[in-house]
T-cell receptor, first 112, second 114 residues
Framework: DAGVTQSPTHLIKTRGQQVTLRCSPKSGHDTVSWYQQALGQGPQFIFQYYEEEERQRGNFPDRFSGHQFPNYSSELNVNALLLGDSALYLC???????????FGPGTRLTVL | GESVGLHLPTLSVQEGDNSIINCAYSNSASDYFIWYKQESGKGPQFIIDIRSNMDKRQGQRVTVLLNKTVKHLSLQIAATQPGDSAVYFCAENMSGGGADGLTFGKGTHLIIQP
């Protein structure tokens, strides 16, 4: 049983560019949450998708958007990249309620 | 500001000793708490969780204690092993787990001395 998978593993972009990160949830899970983890910090919640809709959003600007597909996989898009967007982006999957969230290995994004 | 925080950024213990990692939370409405372990270059790994209707829960070599009166959470690791070296995060939410985002603290780096 595969766990949560994310692609790519690493990514380097320049300021102003756009990036798309991908996540496949753990088998049987229907909810995907995205987190941003800056170096030396705890993960910060970006948003959560359920039934192909954004269900909840953290304190992130509209440059951060996402999508969930019918097979429950998800994408995170970030437009107009800033140097401060450099971080580890984590995807977590779960059943909507009441179970724990399982995390993927993350995508390391570097913005130059 | 963050709802969840940790008292110590680094904890160094001798191999074989017990480790206690502490966490304070400020949102009294939170009803679900989780401890995650994150090794270098990996995503957070679930260790143990506890719901607000409990004050103690035990797993394999780990125990989580919840004190709602003072809004304090702790993780106890028995007979610490080298493989326990990692950063430990507590996290919380108000929806019982899968729904809604988790609020994480900054983390405690557990270092095991031989």
């Amino acid at each position: 049983d595969a766990g949560v998978t994310q692609s790519p593993t690493h990514l380097i972009k320049t300021r102003g560019q756009q990036v798309t990160l991908r996540c496949s949830p753990k088998s049987g899970h229907d909810t995907v949450s995205w987190y941003q983890q800056a170096l030396g910090q705890g993960p910060q919640f970006i948003f959560q998708y359920y039934e192909e809709e954004e269900r909840q959003r953290g304190n992130f600007p509209d440059r951060f958007s996402g999508h969930q597909f019918p097979n429950y996989s998800s994408e995170l898009n970030v437009n107009a990249l800033l140097l401060g967007d450099s971080a580890l982006y984590l995807c977590a999957s779960s059943y909507l309620l009441p179970h724990e969230q399982f995390f993927g290995p993350g995508t390391r994004l570097t913005v130059l | 500001g963050e709802s969840v925080g940790l008292h110590l950024p680094t904890l160094s213990v001798q191999e074989g000793d017990n480790s206690i990692i502490n966490c304070a939370y400020s949102n009294s409405a939170s009803d679900y708490f989780i401890w995650y372990k994150q090794e270098s270059g990996k995503g957070p790994q679930f260790i143990i969780d506890i719901r607000s209707n409990m004050d103690k829960r035990q797993g394999q070599r780990v125990t989580v204690l919840l004190n709602k009166t003072v809004k304090h959470l702790s993780l106890q690791i028995a007979a610490t092993q080298p493989g326990d070296s990692a950063v430990y995060f507590c996290a919380e939410n108000m929806s019982g787990g899968g729904a809604d985002g988790l609020t994480f603290g900054k983390g405690t780096h557990l270092i095991i001395q031989p």
